[in-house]
């Protein structure tokens, strides 16, 4: 199911990382940097003053529509943690992975699904149907500068190891890059 | 034994095995929920909140997924509802684990994002949708008491608690005590001498934490003490103070403050009424005009107007300072503009090589050399110069900041300075040019240098 609601939590945490980028107009510098480095940005580096913080946490009160308070702004710290913190991503990931797997784990736990094998909930290695088909759907949701080429053979090289779990599947592409 | 009685208690048992199999709880999975401080604007009152993850870790998403059900707007459990949790206040017994002593009231929960489709705060669950979300309550929690929050009226038996360990820290309160040694510090005698000096700073961001007030009442303290009573720089204030911002999507606070403030010797003395705001100037018209080689600026000034009502109860009736009106007024604006950079200055650097290569974020990548400025001016109707006009007093100060990390030199021998973020650690050259409107807008000029280390 290409179109369910995990694909729709995946892209909105990316939709929300623009928005939060938006957030940040106060900061001429910040609308310059690509999504995958600012999601990497320190947060004060860019919000120094408390001004700024407090401009941001009321941008970020109407669009992602998240309440931040200003300790938020130094425990997480950068903005993919900060995000992470209100939706957390490899769970999104892994949740949209479960959907594009074989057998019984679309429908089954996700605890379950991330103890699995990759082999098992992708059968045939990054040449087989089932990750093919995964690989192309994650590229049509997360931007392709957090997703690059690296990373897509990074995780094709994961999928091929039969001594990985979904969990270490997830987490890799989690990271970004 | 009668055959017939046989297969009803058969069929007994089995009702009460299979009733025991459904009724029994399950493990409780564990909740992961954290404490927050929020503040409220534009009221500024501060918010005590806990947040709840629903989709983090795995097994807390997997039983809000089942609890939630097949259709989200008509939920087995529903998220939204105050009564769907409950947060316990635990207290540590002698000699034992803690125990529950009261529940704490949940005002409201605050779900955490926006809905697609009407673009606002979200008012329905889906599994890993909102992926927390917030308890609004209204503590008075104290430190030997702990929270755990259960969710309730889970369907199947499913149970879901904390680990009972969250602990709430009071925060607004800040003080500061720094020495420090002002080499020719000028006097209000007209002398200059070295002096030791004490700075210190107390505030209470908010007196009334649990009022029903729409504003916020503050209160702060700030004194510099001298070795020398005659510094030009000795000052104390006591401020109370209420404000509340007026613009809902622009940080724009107002502030009412009420200053008792004076001299070290209190030989200067007033009771000052102030009525003024903060706020940042607009910026993003100042990409072309800011943002170039030579000189880069992406944040704007923070800027601030005062009101200010004084009524002099003392003054310092030294020679050098000239007596100011009993009643007085003052227009006071002042600016703050930090984050400038002057991108050049890295590829002098290259040039001359002693720039190190240590990598950095993009964003900062082309920080080598900065500045800030700090200003303001002080307009004073009602007190004429010697000339018999009406005075104004400028001030301001201007520093140079150098980045340890961008130096070769300090990268090589001291490593950790030259990582993560070049504005934590550098060298700052500063110039002030200040007046002490504590001391009858006393004047002092004073170079300083050093080096600054931010953890």
Request: glycine share 6%; charged share 15%.
């Amino acid at each position: 199911m290409p179109d369910s609601l995990d694909k729709r939590n995946l892209e909105r945490w990316f939709a929300n990382l623009l928005e939060l980028q938006n957030d940040c107009s106060m900061n001429t510098s910040v609308k310059d940097l690509d999504l995958l480095t600012f999601a990497n940005t320190t947060i004060t580096s860019v919000l120094p003053s408390t001004n700024e913080q407090q401009q941001f946490i009321i941008n970020a009160k109407g669009a992602p529509g998240f309440d931040i308070s200003t300790a938020d702004l130094t425990t997480f710290s950068t903005f993919d943690a900060l995000l992470d913190n209100f939706s957390p991503l490899p769970s999104l990931v892994g949740a949209f992975l479960r959907t594009l797997a074989v057998g019984p784990f679309p429908t089954g736990s996700l605890v379950d699904f991330f103890k699995a094998a990759v082999s098992s909930a992708f059968p045939g290695g990054s040449t087989g149907t089932q990750w093919t088909k995964a690989s192309s759907q994650l590229t049509s949701v997360i931007p392709a500068v957090c997703f690059s080429g690296k990373l897509q053979a990074a995780a094709a090289k994961t999928v091929d190891d039969s001594t990985k779990a979904v969990r270490d599947l997830v987490n890799q592409i989690a990271e970004l890059g | 034994m009668n055959h017939r009685k046989t297969k009803g208690f058969a069929i007994l048992t089995s009702f009460v095995v299979v009733s025991l199999t459904t009724c029994q709880a399950q493990n409780p999975v564990t909740l992961k929920v954290a404490s927050e401080s929020l503040v409220r604007y534009p009221t500024l009152q501060p918010q005590t909140a806990i947040s709840v993850y629903l989709a983090d870790p795995l097994p807390v998403a997997d039983l809000v997924e089942k609890a939630i059900g097949a259709d989200p707007h008509h939920p087995l459990w529903d998220c939204t509802k105050p009564s769907s949790y409950r947060v316990a206040v635990l207290a540590k017994q002698s000699g034992g684990s803690p125990k529950p002593v009261r529940y704490e009231t949940i005002m409201y929960v605050a779900l955490q994002g926006n809905d697609d489709v009407t673009g606002k705060r979200l008012t329905f669950c889906e599994p890993r949708h909102p992926g927390m979300v917030q308890l609004i309550i209204d503590s008075n929690l104290s430190n030997t008491e702990t929270v755990q929050v259960s969710l309730v009226g889970l369907p199947d038996g499913l149970t879901a608690q904390s680990d009972g360990k969250l602990a709430f820290t009071q925060t607004g309160f800040s003080l500061s005590v720094v020495p420090q040694a002002a080499p020719s510090e000028k006097l209000t005698n007209g002398m200059s001498r070295d002096v030791g000096q004490l700075s210190l700073s107390l505030a209470d961001s908010s007196l009334f934490p649990r009022s029903s007030l729409p504003l916020d009442v503050y209160a702060k303290s700030k004194a510099l003490f001298s070795t020398d009573e005659k510094d030009s720089q000795s000052s104390f204030s006591e401020t109370v103070g209420i404000r509340r911002g007026i613009i809902p999507k622009w940080y724009t606070p107002v502030h009412f403050e009420e200053t008792i403030q004076g001299n070290q010797s209190a030989t200067s003395l007033s009771n000052v009424a102030t009525l003024g705001f903060t706020t940042l100037l607009p910026w993003s018209w100042s990409g072309k005009v800011f943002r170039n080689p030579i000189f880069d600026a992406p944040l704007p000034p923070d800027a601030t107007v005062n009101n200010q009502y004084t009524y002099r109860i003392k003054q310092n009736t030294a020679p050098t300072l000239k007596a100011l009106a009993t009643n007085d007024y003052s227009l006071t604006l002042s600016f703050s503009w930090a984050s400038i950079r002057f991108p050049w200055a890295c590829t002098l650097f290259d040039w001359i090589h002693i720039r190190s290569q240590n990598t950095s974020t993009q964003s900062n990548s082309s920080y080598c050399l900065g500045a800030e400025l700090n200003g303001g001016s002080y307009y004073l109707p009602l007190d004429l110069t010697a000339a018999k006009t009406q005075r104004l007093e400028g001030y301001g100060d201007v520093s140079i900041l150098l980045p340890l990390s961008s130096l070769t030199s300090f990268s090589k021998f001291f490593p950790f300075l030259g990582s993560g973020d070049p504005a934590k650690s550098q060298i700052r050259i500063k110039y002030a040019d200040c007046v002490n409107a504590a001391n009858n807008y006393a004047r002092s000029k004073q170079w300083t240098y050093g080096i600054e280390l931010m953890k």
